[in-house]
């Protein structure tokens, strides 16, 4: 099994940055992908950032150039730096890993979402 835990979620004014940070334990052998997604009220889950284990990155068009994604391989943890936050970016942020386990079966696991609300 295993668990993500996240934190740095918030309240920011629009123009403000928030980090947050979100770290894998439980039964891990190695990680492949990890990312963040966000889901508003009334709309449905989207992505936010992915980051492979050897550093690729994709970001949703909406975050690019504001939002980075970064991890830490020896700590099973990624971050996600956002600056010049705007209201829309108000939402719950998921993260999200893939990878094997000792027994090298794949598992995909998600946190269980932390609030990142962005005043005007």
């Known amino acids: 099994q295993v668990m993500l835990v996240e934190s740095g979620g918030g309240l920011v004014q629009a123009g403000g940055s928030l980090r947050l940070s979100c770290a894998a334990s439980g039964n891990i052998f190695s990680i492949n992908a990890m990312g963040w997604y966000r889901q508003a009220p009334g709309k449905q889950r989207e992505l936010v950032a992915t980051?492979?284990?050897?550093?690729?990155?994709n970001y949703a068009g909406s975050v690019k150039g504001r939002f980075t994604i970064s991890r830490d391989n020896a700590k099973n943890t990624v971050y996600l730096q956002m600056t010049s936050l705007k209201p829309e970016d108000t939402a719950v942020y998921y993260c999200?890993?893939?990878?094997?386990?000792?027994?090298?079966?794949?598992?995909?696991?998600w946190g269980q979402g932390t609030q990142v609300t962005v005043s005007s």
């Open positions: 980051i492979t284990s050897g550093g690729n990155t």
């Open positions: 999200y890993t893939q990878g094997s386990d000792d027994a090298r079966r794949l598992f995909d696991s």
